[in-house]
C-alpha cells in the first residue's frame, strides 16, 4: 500500500496510523511548510514552494478547479479583500492540482491523509481525490477537547460524514459506564511535549521559508509574533472588552445567548453566508429584538476569546466575559453559526438555533435557520428531542471521535484506524 500525507495535525498522529497499516509500501509526504517535515516518518517528501517553482504544466481542468474551489484563502480574499482570485493566484492552484493529479498516478497512492479540508492544496487534493476514486481521511481537532481527535473518510465540519447519517441516535441514549480510551500518562495538544515540538515545528518552518521550500499561499503563515502577541493579550494584559458593560458575572434577567466566531475562521468564512461578525451582530440583534423573547429576556453576546476586535451594539445588548459552559446551561436560548459551543448546548434541553453550515446542523438535535427566520423562530421554538440529543453526543464520542490527540493514542485506537484504512482501499481496488 502507498500512502501520501498532505499537512498533518500538528502531531506524529499520521504516522503513528501508518506505523500500524499491514503491508505498507511507502509513505509519501506533500507539505506547505517545511516544519510538517518534523512529525512525518515516512519515505520521501516534496515542498509546495519547491513544487510551484518547479512544475509549470497545467490543462483547462487544473484551472477550472483552482477557479471553483472554495477553500479558506479564495473565501477570504472574497470576503475581507473584497476581490477574485489573481491570474498568479490561479495559476499556483492550478500547478498544484496539476502536480498533485500526477502524483497519485505516478506513485500508485491507495491513500491520502490530510489535516482539515479547507486549506487551499487541501481541497483541491480532496476533490481530486474524489474525482479519482482514491480514498483519503481528513483530521481535526477532536469534538471532546483534549481527549480526542477527529477523523473522517468525507470530510471535517459541514462535509462531514456525520451530515447525511440517517440514524435514529436517540438508540444511543442510553449507553452508560463508558469511557475514553487514552493513555494513563497523556501528552494531548495543550501539553509542554506538544507546545515544545510545536515550538520546532515553527523554527523549521522559519528556516524553510529562507531555503524557499514553503508555499507562498498560506492559509496561516505561523509567524511567531501574533502568537506572542496573543499570549500578551490573552494572559497578561488585561483586556479591554468590546462594550463598557462587559460583565464577568452571569446575567441576571432571564435570557438569549449568542457566542461569537472568529470571522477569519473556516467556519464562518466558507460554511456561512455572512460578511462579518459586525453585520451578523446586527442582523442577530435585529431578530431578537422583533421577536416576542425581547419582551422578556436580554441577549447575551460573548466573544470568542482569540478576538481583539470591537463590535457597534445596542445599548440594551449585554456583552460577558463569563463562563461559556454556564452561559449555556442558564441561557433560555442559544443563537449560534456553527460554533463549537454548540456541542455544550446540545448536551442541554435548550433550543438551538444554527445559522450557518455544519455537521451537527441537523433537525434531530438543533433548529437549522436562516437569519430571515430567526425571529419568528425564537418566537416559536420547536420541541427539542432530548433522548436524541443524548444518543448523537454518545455516537460522536463513543462510536465517531478517535480517543486520544496530540502525542497519546492507545495502540488499540491507532490499529482501529489502521484497519478501517485497510478496509477502504481493499474495497476500492476490488471495485476498480
Excluded at 487534493?125 to 480514498?135: F, H, M, N, W
Excluded at 421577536?291 to 422578556?296: I, K
Amino acid at each position: 500500500m502507498n500512502i501520501l500525507s498532505l499537512d498533518s495535525p500538528y502531531s506524529p498522529f499520521f504516522s503513528l496510523v501508518v506505523e500500524q497499516i499491514s503491508q505498507v509500501t511507502s509513505f509519501h509526504g506533500i507539505f506547505s511548510k517545511s516544519g510538517y517535515k518534523h512529525y512525518f516518518s515516512g519515505d520521501k517528501c516534496h515542498f509546495i514552494g519547491d513544487i510551484l517553482v518547479n512544475h509549470s504544466t497545467t490543462t483547462e481542468d487544473d484551472s477550472k478547479l483552482a477557479i471553483w474551489s472554495n477553500n479558506h484563502y479564495s473565501a477570504y480574499v472574497r470576503k475581507f479583500e473584497q476581490r477574485e482570485l489573481s491570474a498568479e493566484e490561479i495559476k499556483k492552484f492550478a500547478r498544484f492540482a496539476n502536480f498533485f493529479r500526477s502524483y497519485l498516478k505516478d506513485n500508485s497512492i491507495d491513500f491520502v491523509m490530510m489535516h482539515n479540508d479547507l486549506r487551499w492544496h487541501h481541497a483541491i487534493a480532496r476533490k481530486i481525490c474524489i474525482e479519482e476514486g482514491t480514498p483519503f481521511c481528513v483530521s481535526e481537532l477532536g469534538l471532546f477537547r483534549p481527549y480526542t481527535t477527529t477523523l473522517d473518510f468525507h470530510g471535517v465540519n459541514a462535509n462531514s460524514s456525520v451530515t447525511s447519517l440517517e440514524i435514529d441516535f436517540s438508540q444511543y441514549a442510553d449507553w452508560a459506564g463508558r469511557q475514553l480510551d487514552v493513555p494513563n500518562s497523556f501528552h494531548g495538544h495543550e501539553s509542554k511535549t506538544s507546545k515544545l515540538n510545536f515550538a520546532y515545528f515553527l523554527l523549521l518552518n522559519k528556516l524553510g521559508g529562507v531555503a524557499g521550500r514553503n508555499s507562498p499561499i498560506l492559509h496561516n503563515p505561523f509567524r511567531i509574533r501574533p502568537y506572542i502577541k496573543r499570549f500578551w493579550e490573552q494572559s497578561v494584559k488585561r483586556r479591554v472588552h468590546t462594550a463598557s458593560n462587559a460583565s464577568e458575572s452571569l446575567p441576571e434577567k432571564p435570557y438569549v445567548f449568542f457566542p461569537m466566531q472568529l470571522e477569519n475562521d473556516t467556519q464562518f468564512l466558507i460554511h456561512s453566508d455572512f460578511s462579518s461578525n459586525q453585520s451578523l451582530l446586527e442582523q442577530v440583534e435585529r431578530a431578537f429584538y422583533n421577536s416576542t423573547l425581547s419582551e422578556t429576556h436580554q441577549l447575551v453576546v460573548k466573544l470568542h476569546p482569540n478576538d481583539l476586535g470591537c463590535y457597534e451594539a445596542k445599548e440594551e445588548t449585554l456583552f460577558t466575559k463569563a463562563n461559556t459552559t454556564k452561559l449555556v446551561n442558564q441561557s433560555d436560548a442559544i443563537v449560534s453559526v456553527n460554533s463549537t459551543v454548540c456541542m455544550e448546548a446540545i448536551e442541554t434541553d435548550k433550543p438551538l438555533f444554527v445559522l450557518g453550515r455544519a455537521f451537527f446542523a441537523r433537525e434531530d438535535v438543533c433548529q437549522p435557520i436562516s437569519i430571515e427566520e430567526l425571529s419568528d423562530g425564537l418566537s416559536n421554538p420547536k420541541p427539542v428531542d432530548v433522548a436524541a440529543r443524548k444518543g448523537f453526543i454518545n455516537y460522536l464520542k463513543y462510536e465517531y471521535s478517535v480517543h486520544g490527540a496530540g502525542y497519546s493514542y492507545t495502540d488499540s485506537q491507532l490499529k482501529r484506524i489502521a484497519k478501517q484504512i485497510e478496509h477502504r482501499v481493499k474495497n476500492t481496488t476490488n471495485i476498480k
